[in-house]
């Protein structure tokens, strides 16, 4: 069945670092892929989605691209702060809407000041 | 962006009671509505998919007389975990949907039984 893996944390970075969180997925058909955050004690945030190959979801310094030949969807944002802590989980949808998802297992960042 | 309400976003209850989590769709009518459970650092599941009017479709591994769903209007659906025990503590999220447009998240309901 469709599945999402992502890379395992935790990761820690400093401020001002490069960030890139890996997803790779395993769907038949064409999904659409986004990425979610959660902050502490919420609920999930649409970060950004790509709903066809090579579209680029882009949303507060975060972008990723949707890479059918490699079947990824990495996530990168150039400069990280300390607001950017938070759990990120790598999704996907059979359709052109989010129902039925399949999520990763979500990568907990904590960047320091 | 839409807005998904759930109620409470906690609550504490013993052992053998029965707990009532509300999913309600502020701005828009939802026909569908999904209801996750996410264990401590792991991932989202899906429990079930909810239709308005229909009755629920729960995932496998799902006891559908253990979590009750009701989806009786377009902008509220309900969880209700029957003869709660401790292993039903989790993270309860819902999310909400026209069918035309992506789905909307709740804040989650942190159930812990005692």
């Known amino acids: 069945g469709d599945s999402v893996t992502q890379m395992e944390g935790p990761v820690t970075l400093s401020e001002e670092a490069f960030l890139t969180i890996n997803c790779t997925y395993t769907a038949t058909g064409y999904p659409s892929l986004f990425w979610y955050v959660q902050y502490p004690g919420e609920g999930l945030q649409l970060l950004l989605k790509a709903t066809k190959a090579d579209d680029k979801g882009s949303n507060k310094g975060f972008e990723a691209t949707y890479r059918k030949e490699t079947t990824s969807f990495h996530l990168e944002k150039g400069s990280v702060q300390v607001s950017d802590s938070a759990v990120y989980f790598c999704?996907?949808?059979?359709?052109?809407?989010?129902?039925?998802?399949?999520f990763g297992a979500g990568t907990r960042l904590t960047v320091k000041p | 962006g839409a807005v998904v309400s759930q109620h409470p976003s906690r609550v504490i209850c013993k052992s053998g009671t029965s707990v009532k989590i509300e999913c309600r769709s502020l701005d828009f009518q939802a026909t569908t509505m999904f209801w996750y459970r996410q264990f401590p650092k792991q991932s989202l599941m899906l429990m079930a998919t909810s239709n308005e009017g229909s009755k629920a479709t729960y995932e496998q591994g799902v006891e559908k007389d253990k979590f009750l769903i009701n989806h009786a209007s377009l902008t509220l659906s309900t969880l209700t975990v029957t003869s709660a025990h401790p292993e039903d503590s989790s993270f309860y999220i819902c999310?909400?949907?026209?069918?035309?447009?992506?789905?909307?998240f709740g804040q989650g309901t942190r159930l812990t039984v005692v």
């Open positions: 999704a996907l949808s059979r359709g052109w809407n989010n129902n039925d998802m399949r």
């Open positions: 999310s909400a949907t026209t069918g035309r447009t992506e789905a909307f």
